[in-house]
Every structure is written in structure tokens, then in C-alpha cells.
């Protein structure tokens, strides 16, 4: 046995700990750097566990070449908009869409205190009113102007204006998205028109999380862009092979998170043929799959489209249409599911959304910008709403029933498209975007947006710890 070797056994040997002749013979064939890292994991849990021996099993678990299976990697779908996409038509499609955006929204906020003092927009305006009362409604317009911010909010019975004079009131009134709801405690003002004097968003409480009993690790991705000629496969080709190493996170992962822009799409931006190296879905869908098979089947793979992906663009996206490519769907560790969608991972509820909804919500929010995603993540939550601006560049489709307005709250939230990698909290929820595998694009250079490509953020479901991994050559 060589002295480097020998040196690091002396290590566990130092700590008090016997070693099996069996496992020493593993050893012959393991990297000295590699075998350090793992001889010190091993010290580090056995301690845990009060045990002083290393033996084969131990070995062959950190080493991968046994699974551990006491590693839980149950999942479930909650909530996936594919089976549920019926699209109402035209106009009395988008009623209907509204409706039920605001149907839910004063369902989530009926037991606030102030839900019980709520009157419909038509009975306060048509009655002289002399005290406060608190109505509800969907943002339709906001305009700061001077020192005064006017909102105008819709119900179902009508809309009305209202100004807001107060200053730190005005900022949260130009924090608001439009078409998000809202509830205010008005007053008529001596000269005819309403002023409120408290702004009531419908926000998440605080949330006490789910977690995994296990130590089981999930890889929250997004924004491949598989097929242009910027994805960065070598790179991502790293990632792939980190998988299958004996680094114990990576014998813990057992779920990938993919939130969106998996493939670049075709026709998607001007001139986008020029950018790519795979020129149809099909071939970008192959190479996908060519990518993707490389990843231990042990893991499962969870695919969630964005405004790149195959099928249709309008909110919410149904799962990659299975026309394109068969064998995606022959892989029984590859699951694809609408956008958005709640998974379950033991028990983890996470909300994965790819998140074009920023673009528009950035250009007209004071405050967000792009470097921030997280910032505005925290306003879609505190709106209960996953693409509350209508008629911007997110196309929304009129369905019945308004699948992005957020029932339930998630533990873990998951959002792409910005291609920055940012995680926070906020009220007990575990905020993530993940960033990308595309360089900078001429276009994003153009607009002066700088990713932050080649990160993987990896999450321990049990503890919410977050790792940021760089695979940038
Ligand atoms: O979007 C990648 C990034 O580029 C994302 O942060 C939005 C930004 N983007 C996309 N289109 C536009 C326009 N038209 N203006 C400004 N910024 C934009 P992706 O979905 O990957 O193309
Ligand atoms: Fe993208
Ligand atoms: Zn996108």
C-alpha cells in the first residue's frame, strides 16, 4: 500500500476506528484525494452513530457502488395543468379567467378579519358613505402621479378608483402587479372621490416547511437551452458525471428539477436559426434525451416546459406534447409535467414555474430588476399569483379555471427563466432560481443582461441547506 494511502487510513486509525481487511482491498483501486474525502465522511458519521469500525458496506456506499437504500425518493404529482387545460373562447374566456382569479383569490383572504367588513365596488359607490369599509378587487391601473398614487380596482360589480396620499402606503401601492388582488380600506373624501388609508395583499403566512426524513438531495436546474449553439454541454456534461462520483452529496441525489428552456425551441425569437446547432425539435429533443440518459437512473427527472419548449406558449403550458419524441417518455426515471406544477419530493411540496412572468412584472415594478430574481419571487407570492400581469408578453390562455393563481403554499419554490442563479427565503419558504447552461447570448448582451450560467444548486431536502455548484471551465 502506497504511503499516501497509508496516511490517510492513519487517519481513521488515529480516530480509534478498526478497518476490515475486505474494505482494504476496495481501497486498491480509489483515487488518494477521493479516498481522503471519503475516509473523512465516513469518521464523520460513524462518530455520529457511536460506531468504530469501517467495513466493506461503508466503503461501497460512499463509493457508489452500492445504492443506499435507506435513501427515501418517493414523489408525487399535486397539481400539473395538462389534464386540465380546456381553454374557454375569446372574450367570455378571459371573463371567465377573471372571475375565478378573484373567486379564489377572496376564498384565500375570507378569513382575515377585514374580509368580514367587505363590500361590493357597486354598493360603495353608489351610497354616500361617511365611515371606512374595506372592499376587494383586481388591479386594473396604477399611476403615480405628482405625490399621489391612483389605483383602480375591478369586482364583479363594478370598478372604482382610489387615491392613495400616504406616503409609506404609496410604496406598497407601487409594489403592487397589475391585475393582482387586492383588498383597501376606503373613504369617501369631502370632494367626491374615494382614498384609502390601508392596502391588504393576500401574501402567504408564515409557513412552517415540510422536510424529508432522509438525507435526500435534489438538483433544482432550468434554462438548458439544448440546441443552441451557447447551451454548454461540456460543462453540463460535468455536472452529469459528478453524479455518478463518490462525493456523498452526490450518492444522496435522487431527484433533478428541470424548470423550463430545457431545449431552445425553433422559431422562437428572430433569426433564432442562425443561433442554433440542432435546427429542429425533433434533433433538439434527441439530443436532449442524449444528454438527460447519462444521469444515474436512480435519479428522477422531473421536466417542466418554458417559453422555448415544444408545445403550447400560452399559461399554463401542458407537458412536452408526445408527438415530439418518443423516447423521452421511455424512460421510467423521466417525468414530464406541465408548467406549473406542485411536486412532492418526501414530502417537500415544491411549486416549480419557469417564470416568464418576470419580464413584464420587472419592466413595470419599481424596485425589481433581473439581478434580483428572488425579489420577485417574493412578490408572486405575496400576490398569491404566478402571472398576474394580462395583456404584456406573457401570453395567458382563457382558461375556466385559473391554474396560476397559488392555492397552496409551497416549501420549496422553483423558478428559471432569468437565467441568474438567487435563493432566499421568505416566510419559511425556500425561494430558488436556477439560473442557466447558456452563455450570454449577442441578444441578452444587447439588453445588458448578465447570467450566471454553468451554476448547479443543489438542496438537502431534510436540513433546506443549499449548495451552489460551479462547473464553468
Ligand atoms: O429568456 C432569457 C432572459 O432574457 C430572461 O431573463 C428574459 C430575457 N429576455 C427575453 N426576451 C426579452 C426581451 N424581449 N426583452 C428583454 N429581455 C428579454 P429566454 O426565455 O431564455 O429567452
Ligand atoms: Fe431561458
Ligand atoms: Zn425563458
Redesign the pocket.
Known amino acids: 500500500m502506497n504511503k499516501e494511502v497509508t496516511q490517510v487510513l492513519n487517519y481513521a486509525l488515529n480516530k480509534g476506528f478498526q478497518i476490515h481487511p475486505d474494505a482494504l482491498k476496495i481501497l486498491e483501486n480509489v483515487n488518494v484525494k477521493e479516498l481522503k474525502h471519503i475516509i473523512k465522511e465516513i469518521v464523520k458519521e460513524k462518530t455520529k452513530q457511536s460506531l468504530f469500525f469501517i467495513n466493506q458496506d461503508d466503503l461501497e456506499g460512499f463509493l457508489g457502488i452500492k445504492e443506499d437504500v435507506s435513501l427515501e425518493n418517493e414523489h408525487r404529482i399535486l397539481s400539473d395543468p395538462t389534464s386540465k387545460i380546456t381553454s374557454a373562447e375569446g372574450v367570455n374566456g378571459f371573463n371567465k379567467l377573471f372571475s375565478n382569479r378573484f373567486s379564489k383569490l377572496k376564498q384565500i383572504v375570507s378569513n382575515r378579519p377585514a374580509a368580514k367588513m367587505l363590500k361590493s365596488i357597486n354598493s360603495v359607490i353608489t351610497t354616500k358613505l361617511d365611515n371606512y369599509v374595506y372592499v376587494c378587487g383586481l388591479l386594473s391601473e396604477r399611476n403615480s402621479q405628482r405625490s399621489v398614487t391612483k389605483l383602480k380596482i375591478d369586482d364583479l360589480t363594478g370598478s372604482m378608483e382610489i387615491v392613495v396620499f400616504d406616503k409609506d402606503l404609496q410604496k406598497t401601492a407601487n409594489e403592487l402587479l397589475i391585475d393582482q388582488f387586492v383588498m383597501l380600506k376606503v373613504k369617501l373624501s369631502k370632494n367626491g372621490g374615494f382614498f384609502t388609508k390601508e392596502i391588504i395583499v393576500p401574501d402567504i403566512p408564515d409557513h412552517f416547511s415540510n422536510r424529508s426524513d432522509t438525507e435526500t438531495y435534489a438538483v433544482f436546474l432550468s434554462?438548458l437551452?439544448v440546441g443552441n449553439k451557447f447551451f454548454m454541454e461540456k460543462e453540463f456534461d460535468s455536472f452529469v458525471s459528478w453524479l455518478s462520483n463518490p462525493d456523498p452529496i452526490a450518492r444522496k441525489v435522487r431527484f433533478i428539477i428541470l424548470a423550463?428552456?430545457v431545449v431552445?425551441g425553433v422559431g422562437?425569437?428572430p433569426n433564432q436559426d442562425k443561433e442554433l446547432d440542432c435546427i429542429t425539435i425533433e434533433e433538439q429533443l434527441t439530443k436532449l434525451e442524449e444528454v438527460l440518459s447519462k444521469i444515474p437512473k436512480n435519479i428522477k427527472i422531473f421536466i417542466v416546459p418554458?417559453?422555448?419548449d415544444p408545445g403550447r406558449r400560452a399559461l399554463p403550458q401542458p407537458a412536452y406534447p408526445e408527438k415530439y419524441n418518443q423516447n423521452l417518455r421511455k424512460h421510467e426515471n423521466f417525468f414530464l409535467v406541465g408548467n406549473p406544477a406542485m411536486i412532492s419530493l418526501n414530502g417537500v411540496k415544491v411549486l416549480v414555474f419557469?417564470?416568464?412572468s418576470?419580464?413584464d412584472i420587472?419592466?413595470t415594478t419599481p424596485g425589481l430588476s433581473?439581478d434580483n430574481p428572488t425579489k420577485v419571487m417574493r412578490q408572486l407570492l405575496k400576490s398569491r399569483h404566478l402571472s398576474p400581469i394580462y395583456g404584456s408578453?406573457t401570453p395567458i390562455a382563457p382558461e375556466i379555471e385559473d391554474m396560476m393563481v397559488i392555492d397552496e403554499i409551497p416549501d420549496i419554490f422553483h423558478v428559471?427563466?432569468?437565467?441568474?442563479v438567487g435563493f432566499d427565503m421568505y416566510r419559511g419558504v425556500l425561494l430558488l432560481n436556477s439560473g442557466?447552461w447558456?452563455k450570454q447570448?449577442p441578444?441578452?448582451a444587447s439588453?445588458g443582461?448578465t447570467?450566471t450560467p454553468g451554476l448547479a444548486v443543489i438542496v438537502n431536502l431534510k436540513t433546506f441547506q443549499v449548495y451552489k455548484q460551479d462547473y464553468r471551465i
Open positions: 434554462d437551452h423550463g428552456d431552445d422562437v425569437y418554458g417559453n422555448h419557469h417564470g416568464q418576470i419580464d420587472v419592466k433581473y408578453q428559471g427563466h432569468v437565467h441568474v442557466t447558456q447570448t441578444f441578452q439588453v443582461l447570467p
